[in-house]
């Protein structure tokens, strides 16, 4: 079955750790998204990435990092510049020729900062 | 101002009984519309698109007015199990295709 895998599920920083985050998808599609959610908030933007490649900022990208090397996978980097780390993330996927379709999520990975 | 908002409720209401959720946006630019629906502790998943027609889905309908820009659910019949958080999501089609999330409406049913 095609979708889209986030590992792992739960991970666990230290102060000053850069940890990165992975997402790989098997359903053929163009752009790729990074988004964090915070408790009882919104989804929030961090990096998108249309093509191979090529990877936009998002609104909140201080302290993240991404590349896109292959289609399938988007991994998202946490450096230890990003202050307040501590949330769930979600990546998505959405086939450049069905826009108005909506996305694909995967599960998602929730960090700590211990 | 944010560019999607929504009443974050909780919604509290006993099953059977019909809701209603709107959201708002602000950039007229908007061309596609969406409702999410997210359980808690997990991701998001498609419930439906909102087409400018209006459109249902068994006990769920969507409804669009880009005049007044503006989106709605309303969900009859309401069970159990549609407890969970009610995503407005709008999409803009610009140089890069922006998707912007509402922050979300809690509804609990109760028996």
């Known amino acids: 079955d095609g979708g889209i895998t986030q590992s792992p599920k739960y991970l666990f920083r230290k102060e000053g750790q850069n940890v990165t985050l992975s997402c790989e998808q098997n359903l053929n599609h163009d752009a790729m998204y990074w988004y964090r959610q915070d408790p009882g908030q919104g989804l929030r933007l961090i990096y998108y990435?249309?093509?191979?490649?090529?990877?936009q900022k998002g609104d909140i990208a201080e302290g993240y990092s991404v590349s896109r090397e292959k289609k399938e996978s988007f991994p998202l980097t946490v450096t230890s510049a990003q202050k307040n780390p501590t949330a769930f993330y979600l990546c998505?996927?959405?086939?450049?020729?069905?826009?108005?379709?909506?996305?694909?999520f995967g599960s998602g990975t929730r960090l700590t900062v211990v | 101002r944010k560019e999607v908002e929504q009443d974050p409720g909780p919604f509290n209401v006993p099953e059977g009984a019909t809701v209603a959720f709107n959201c708002t946006y602000s950039?007229?630019?908007?061309?596609?519309f969406f409702w999410y629906r997210q359980d808690c502790r997990k991701e998001p998943k498609l419930l439906m698109s909102v087409y400018s027609s209006g459109n249902e889905d068994g006990r769920f309908t969507a409804q669009l007015n880009r005049a007044s820009q503006y989106i709605s659910l309303l969900i009859r019949d309401s069970k159990l199990s549609d407890s969970a958080t009610y995503l407005c999501?709008?999409?803009?089609?610009?140089?890069?295709?922006?998707?912007?999330f509402g922050s979300g409406t809690r509804l609990s049913i109760r028996p």
């Open positions: 999501v709008v999409s803009v089609y610009s140089s890069a295709s922006k998707i912007i």
């Open positions: 990435s249309q093509i191979v490649n090529d990877f």
């Open positions: 998505a996927s959405q086939s450049k020729d069905r826009i108005g379709y909506g996305y694909t």
């Open positions: 950039n007229s630019a908007s061309q596609s």
